[in-house]
């Protein structure tokens, strides 16, 4: 399929600008790899809405000329990639086969679990003041509902610095696999590596306080993956994820 108009891709910004979904940083990746030229709709949560024509209230995603997609918000759905690839199949493909799809979602579904569940306590006071003024009473009363059983956005970000440490050690299974090859994907990256960036771009959007530690091996790969396609995950607004003080053995 011949593209002759722009993948609008409906971001979720933070007042600094910068992107805060991982699902809107998968999409902006996918179609960068597929080679595809794109245009953004920014705004908030709040005005997504009003953006997509009444389409979506909270579900981040695209349209390419009269059809929309959609994520589902769960982990390894990859609705937008998925379409794309099926969409423009002679394009560089963003998964290989059906077993790289399962290994994908795999590690998708690994990561959320193992960073963005514990992370998300630890930032969610600095995810709801970086949001645009106008999405903070939505970000506040959804987040305490939906997320943190009726506790204040306060209360679960508080002891974040004995927690943070905690989450190092269970990344060592990514640091295994990128001391073996130089991308997720082997040799090239691919929607292994994206999927996996828009988790750690998450955090940079939000994380006053680092992450994880300055010499992580993580950085590397984290780095090269920030500068590719022009540097599509070099926004000034993002934060450094990496200069954690870990606690003394």
Known sequence: MTQTHPIRIYDLNLVTGATISPFCWQAKYAVAHKGLEAEMSEGGFTSLSRRTGGRTD???????????????LRSGDFVVADYLDRTYPDRPMLFRNPDHHDYVKFLDTWLWATAIKPWFQCYILDYHDLSLPEDRPYVRESRERDFLGGRTLEDAQAGREERLPLVVPQLEPLREVLRERSWLGGEAPDFADYSALSIFLWAASVAKTPPLPEDDFLRDWYERGCDLFGGIGRHPGLHSIFGLKMPAA
Do not use: A, K, L
């Open 58 to 72: 909270f579900h981040p995603g695209i349209s390419d000329g009269d059809t929309w997609v959609f994520e589902s």
